[in-house]
């Protein structure tokens, strides 16, 4: 395939696509299919991010519906779980900004594994801040 031809004009299309990603890649730049790529998976960062906006913005109401002060609430902690999704999602970008798209792929992985395990954390440590550590009960 010469530069003046194109994908569609190609033997093999999806080759050509793979090898055109791969020069955008040593470019430093994003191509069509990396950018699909990076759109798919900050779709699922964006439900991250949702979850904890709902997180910050219900937990209040939700106390004030059981008769709990929010003064134990920590604010830090919520705006933290705010704030991770989009760091971790632009790391990931950043990081795989000279990648091909299957190394992208994985970058945007485990930055969402890395994303749903501290936002588990800041759901679990938020509870334990407000409510206090919950033992089990002993049978003696």
């Not at 990603?21 to 964006?46: E, K």
């Not at 409510?131 to 002993?138: E, Q, R």
């Amino acid at each position: 395939m010469t530069d003046e031809s194109t994908i569609a004009e190609s033997d093999d299309p999806v080759e050509a696509v793979i090898v055109d990603d791969a020069a955008q890649a040593t470019r430093g730049r994003y191509g069509w299919l990396s950018l699909t790529v990076a759109a798919l998976f900050g779709l699922v960062y964006a439900y991250f991010l949702w979850q904890a906006v709902s997180l910050l913005v219900q937990l209040p109401t939700n106390l004030a519906a059981l008769g709990l002060s929010g003064a134990r609430i920590p604010w830090w902690l919520l705006i933290l779980g705010v704030v991770i999704p989009p760091v971790v999602f632009g790391v990931a970008a950043a990081v795989g900004r000279r990648e091909n798209v299957g190394r992208k792929a994985v970058l945007f992985t485990v930055g969402l594994a890395v994303v749903a395990g501290l936002g588990l954390s800041v759901i679990a440590l938020t509870y334990i801040l407000i409510f206090g550590p919950v033992l089990p009960a002993t049978s003696s």
